[in-house]
Nanobody, 126 residues
């Protein structure tokens, strides 16, 4: 069993930055593929970014070049650095973990993730 807890959300002006954190407890953190997803009001949950055991990353086209996902295995934490924020980035952001036997595995598919956090809200004002 793994517990995930997000933090770092808040209100920011367009063009600003935020860093989200997701602290994991339970099984060895480094054995998971980690991902960030988001859900805007009235919309379906969508993929944002993912990182493999080995550090391979993959981003949604809408955030590539602005967001960066990283991990600190010593702290069992995954981060999402969000720069040049836009009003359309407003959403609840969720951290997720996927049990993976593949060192390089990344996934943009929500159904492949086994554990989810409760989410942290990000609001970007124009």
């Amino acid at each position: 069993q793994v517990q995930l807890e997000e933090s770092g959300g808040g209100l920011v002006q367009a063009g600003g930055s935020l860093r989200l954190s997701c602290a994991a407890s339970g099984r060895t953190f480094s054995s998971y593929t980690m991902g960030w997803f988001r859900q805007a009001p009235g919309k379906e949950r969508e993929f944002v970014a993912t990182i493999s055991w080995s550090g391979d990353t993959y981003y949604a086209a809408s955030v590539k070049g602005r967001f960066a996902i990283s991990t600190d295995n010593a702290k069992n934490t995954v981060y999402l650095q969000m720069n040049s924020l836009k009003p359309e980035d407003t959403a609840v952001y969720y951290c997720a973990a996927a049990i993976s036997g593949n060192y390089h595995y990344t996934s943009s598919r929500a159904y492949e993730y086994d554990y989810w956090g409760q989410g942290t809200r990000v609001t970007v004002s124009s």
